[in-house]
């Protein structure tokens, strides 16, 4: 993904294979040149202490990230509206 196209609070996915064993879902805290400063939210549970000895943050390559599925307005769609009781 080009860091051109990434904005402060966007929700990205991303895979950092170095740090983290499974993708995980973030959101955009800082800018830099070719890369990005994520705060994680959301991932996998095999990392767990990872997540921990990284204090909920890390550096990402704009290769390494794409447009998370998880993001508000999609959960927003998935939302139905309940049912009147008669």
């Known amino acids: ?3 051109s ?3 402060i609070g966007d929700i990205l996915q991303g895979q ?5 064993e ?3 879902v973030g959101t955009v805290e800082k800018l830099y040149n070719n890369s990005v400063l994520i705060h994680i939210t959301d991932y996998s ?3 767990e ?4 000895e990284l204090n909920h943050k890390i550096v990402v390559a704009g290769s390494g990230l794409k ?3 998880n993001t ?3 959960k927003a769609k998935t939302k139905t509206k309940p049912k009147k009781k008669d």
């Open 1 to 3: 993904m080009k860091i």
């Open 22 to 24: 499974k993708p995980f």
């Open 72 to 74: 508000p307005k999609a």
């Open 45 to 47: 549970p095999e990392d």
């Open 67 to 69: 447009k998370s599925k």
């Open 16 to 20: 950092v294979e170095e740090d983290m």
């Open 5 to 7: 196209s990434i904005k």
């Open 49 to 52: 202490d990872n997540v921990a």
